[in-house]
């Protein structure tokens, strides 16, 4: 099955394009997706860094302010239970976050407390208190049953507390009790929050994690998560803040960003990591986005450079068509000539081969009436020898005598022909004398005499007038020149040589044929020496 070169063309370029396109989109969607992973995952890393901070920084704030609180004077003796209550009342009214403060004695019997909730209650088996007594105390997420009890709870959800515990003393340091609170963990989905909205205009499908130091539970997250473990790998890591792709077996992908809360100031902290993670898909999303339209935008281009090939053969087989029709006619018996395209150097070198193929072909042999056998004839080329150019030269005189004209000596040899024979062998030698012969009477009127005088050397008599004799025979060598310079096509290969011509006229004042014809040959050399390629005349003195 053929194809032609326009449908060849056509697939070719398209080809070529869908090639480089999808090359194109693997490297460039590779590079972006390390790309988009990285600035997500800083970006996923820097968040989760700011929520632990402004955790670790909101219980340092609330523990600080409970402990200067601690350090008035309602607090020493005597108690004064009414202003205590007010204080303490007044805190929680500034601060929502606090759920309940209250004050317990060295026995732990609650002396106050905002909205008298537990007051005269005993509280001392409560780890803050047991805690507190000690030193400052803040203890992790954790549920209380006897506040759970206690404390209005509108909307029916899990209650869950974080508390803080600080002595109390008098003036000598003796403790006096523990000022307690207990702060609802609403407040960590508050600062959730306050992280979230600027994150979810950058980063779709964020999911927050808030995670126990002390048993990987998770502390806050989403709703069906909280409770339980976290195994997630980022864990391994804690006491730094950093993000990498978590790859779940059967599962989905995540890009993770993790932080270590490790205290504020004096406060150390209990150790919470943060987590913020997205799915990689979503992560994602503009990088595949960008490969399909990438993809796409290369199809349509590769739809446009196959039309582009199309029109391109179309423009390119044109000549091609014309040679064909030309070839076809000759072969029916009609006639046609090749023609001949300069533009392109390949069509060139074409359609001058073809050319020089059918006129080699329809050419008759040249059968001068000065040749009556064959030992006048150059046995290789068919061309007179030297013996039909002195019988040439005794009836050429005579005509030009009588017709007042001249005779052009043009004495030419081949440049490169020792190189051809070198290289290709002398069988493509004597081929390209053969078509040079061809040429040569291309160039030349039909009553004028090419010879063969040996090797590669030619005479060429031409029949020129007596007022520019040097003028018409430099117009013929010039022809030559450029027909022989055209390359041989010779056994399907390309060959090339040059010409080099010596010039001289013969005129009736000189009488010697002999003398002219030497001093061609000598302008001959002349030419080989000065950079060959060109036609030097030398005059008969």
């Known amino acids: 099955m053929s194809i032609n070169l ?70 020493q003796e005597p108690v004064n239970k009414e202003e205590i209550a007010g204080l303490l009342n007044q805190l929680k009214e500034s601060l929502p976050v606090f759920t309940w403060i209250g004050y317990a004695d060295i026995k732990g019997s609650v002396l106050a407390a905002t909205g008298n ?34 404390l209005p709870n509108p909307s029916g959800e899990r209650l869950q507390f974080v508390d803080i515990g600080v002595p109390v003393k008098d003036k000598s340091g003796r403790t006096l009790g523990v000022l307690a609170a207990y702060l609802s963990w609403e407040w960590a989905r508050q600062a959730e929050s306050s992280i979230l909205a600027p994150l979810k205009e950058r980063v779709e499908g964020a999911e927050v994690y808030v995670v126990s130091n002390h048993n990987h ?36 992908s995540f890009l993770t960003g993790y932080a270590y809360g490790d205290g504020e100031m004096d406060y150390p902290g209990l150790g919470w990591s943060v987590i913020i993670r997205q799915p990689a898909d979503i992560a994602l999303a503009p990088v595949r986005k960008l490969q399909n339209n990438f993809v796409l935008s290369g199809m349509a281009i590769a739809v446009l450079f196959g039309i582009a090939g199309w029109l391109c053969a179309g423009w390119m087989i044109r000549p091609l068509q014309r040679i064909s029709e030309s070839a076809d006619l000759l ?58 150019l002195d019988d040439y030269l005794a009836h050429a005189v005579n005509k030009a005598k009588r017709n007042r004209s001249t005779l052009s000596f ?6 490169g022909f020792k190189k051809v024979n070198e290289t290709l062998g002398h069988k493509t030698g004597d081929k390209l004398l053969q078509e040079v012969s061809f040429r040569l009477l291309e160039s030349t009127r039909e009553n004028e005499m090419i010879t063969r005088i040996g090797g590669d050397e ?25 027909k022989i310079n055209q390359p041989f096509l010779i056994d399907g290969e390309f060959v090339h040589v040059g010409c080099s011509i010596g010039a001289a006229v ?3 004042e000189n009488q010697d044929t002999s003398e002219i014809l030497r001093l061609a040959d000598d302008a001959y050399y002349i030419s080989k020496r000065s950079g060959k390629n060109r036609i030097t005349f030398e005059t008969a003195v």
């Open 217 to 252: 539970k998770i502390l806050l997250g989403p709703s069906n998560q909280v409770g339980k473990q976290m195994t997630d790998s980022a864990l391994a890591r804690q006491g730094r803040s950093s993000w990498l792709i978590e790859k779940y077996k059967g599962s989905q």
């Open 410 to 415: 043009l004495y030419l040899g081949l440049d």
């Open 331 to 388: 072969s029916s018996g009609g006639k046609a000539e090749i023609p001949e395209f300069k533009r392109i150097k390949d069509l060139s070198m074409l359609s001058r081969s073809l050319r020089n193929l059918v006129n080699k072909l329809t050419r008759p042999e040249p059968e001068p009436f000065y040749m009556s056998d064959m030992t006048r004839h150059d046995p290789l080329t068919g061309l007179p020898n030297r013996t039909a």
């Open 506 to 508: 013969w005129s009736p």
């Open 117 to 150: 909730i537990m007051e005269g209650r005993s509280m001392k088996e409560q780890p803050v208190f047991q805690n507190g007594l000690q030193a400052p105390y803040i203890g992790d997420v954790h549920d209380d049953s006897l506040l759970t009890e206690i």
């Open 6 to 75: 326009r449908t060849l063309f056509a697939g070719a370029f398209a080809a070529v394009i869908i090639l480089l396109t999808v090359l194109l989109s693997y490297l460039i969607g590779n590079e972006t997706s390390k790309t988009a992973e990285v600035t997500t995952g800083k970006s996923l890393a820097e968040a989760a860094y700011q929520m632990s901070y402004n955790l670790d920084h909101f219980m340092w704030a609330r523990a600080g302010e409970i402990e200067m609180l601690g350090t008035l004077g309602a607090f």
């Open 458 to 482: 030619f005479v060429v008599i031409l029949h020129t007038s007596a007022a520019k004799p040097m003028q018409e025979a430099e117009i013929v060598a010039k022809r030559i020149i450029d």
